[in-house]
């Protein structure tokens, strides 16, 4: 692992977690309609910060690797599409456009996770939950569109 590189990539890190402080839920999301298997709201804050420190560890453990270039750039994919969620979702409110923005980090997450999975095993491990996250998150946003349809 590259100590130089893991503070860079948490910054990154850092930077896309910034937007949920930027665009908070509030009223507006507390007061939509949710299915019952929406997690509580102290959920998402401890699985996203396991979610950013495993990506900024994985990240400084191939970086330097050979054969690296994929996992590098659906990395900076991934954090690309993490960081534009929530000022959809929540800034703008278009939680239509943002599935589409969720679809694509499943892409880059998945595209991620392949890269990974021939060049560190430990790496693709500890990001594996992500996929599942954003899955749950992608089902979320679906079920939560559908079912306030004058917000969607």
Same mark, same amino acid.
């Given at each position: 692992m590259d100590w130089i590189l893991f503070p860079i990539f948490l910054g990154a890190c850092g930077a896309a977690a910034a937007t949920g402080a930027m665009f908070q839920p509030g009223a507006w999301y507390d007061d939509l309609s949710k299915p019952?298997? =929406?997690? !509580?709201?102290?959920?998402? !804050?401890v699985v996203w910060t396991y979610i950013y420190v495993a990506l900024a560890v994985a990240a400084s453990r191939v970086a330097g690797l050979d054969g690296s270039h994929y $996992?590098?750039?659906?990395?900076a994919m991934q954090i690309a599409f993490n =960081?534009?969620? =929530?000022?959809?979702?929540?800034g703008?409110?278009?939680?239509?456009? $943002?599935?589409?923005? @969720?679809a694509g980090l499943w892409v880059a997450v998945a595209g991620l996770l392949w890269s990974l999975?021939?060049?560190d $095993? @430990?790496?693709f491990w500890i990001v594996a939950p992500y996929i599942v996250? =954003?899955?749950?998150?992608g089902a979320l946003n679906a079920s939560v569109a559908r079912r306030n349809p004058t917000y969607a």
């Amino acid at each position: 692992m590259d100590w130089i590189l893991f503070p860079i990539f948490l910054g990154a890190c850092g930077a896309a977690a910034a937007t949920g402080a930027m665009f908070q839920p509030g009223a507006w999301y507390d007061d939509l309609s949710k299915p019952d298997w =929406t997690p !509580p709201n102290w959920v998402f !804050p401890v699985v996203w910060t396991y979610i950013y420190v495993a990506l900024a560890v994985a990240a400084s453990r191939v970086a330097g690797l050979d054969g690296s270039h994929y $996992a590098m750039a659906f990395w900076a994919m991934q954090i690309a599409f993490n =960081t534009l969620w =929530t000022p959809v979702f929540f800034g703008l409110r278009r939680m239509r456009a $943002a599935l589409v923005v @969720i679809a694509g980090l499943w892409v880059a997450v998945a595209g991620l996770l392949w890269s990974l999975w021939s060049l560190d $095993a @430990i790496s693709f491990w500890i990001v594996a939950p992500y996929i599942v996250w =954003t899955s749950v998150a992608g089902a979320l946003n679906a079920s939560v569109a559908r079912r306030n349809p004058t917000y969607a």
